[in-house]
């Protein structure tokens, strides 16, 4: 626009908006802040899951280095289906409705894992 077709006080106030708009945008994070992000949020979920207790009992009776580089293996590969599957359903589902699916399915191990018990 000419300086002539606005006013120079509406100008500077639109300027501000816009960089006050920028400045409340989340920043990117780094990629070692992805990394660590990711290495504590696995290590919290996986910490006295049964899965490392059925891994210390297997570690318990068996060579521990092979028990170490399957372990890690192991969960590399569920790690990798985990992200490409996510990566694959993240355009086609929304948040709200992937969080409704995976309390659904808690809900029924949960049932399921009462009556197995009982």
Known sequence: ???????????????????????????????????????????????????????????????PIGVTIGAILGHALCAAIAVIGGKMIAGRISERQLTFIGGCLFLVFGVVAAVEGA
């Open 1 to 63: 626009m000419s300086s002539a077709a606005c006013d120079t006080e509406v100008v500077q106030e639109a300027e501000a908006a816009v960089k006050q708009a920028d400045l409340q945008l989340p920043k990117q994070k780094t990629g070692l802040a992805i990394v660590i992000e990711a290495f504590v949020l696995t290590f919290m979920a996986e910490w006295g899951d049964r899965t490392q207790i059925a891994t210390i009992a297997l570690a318990a009776g068996n060579n």
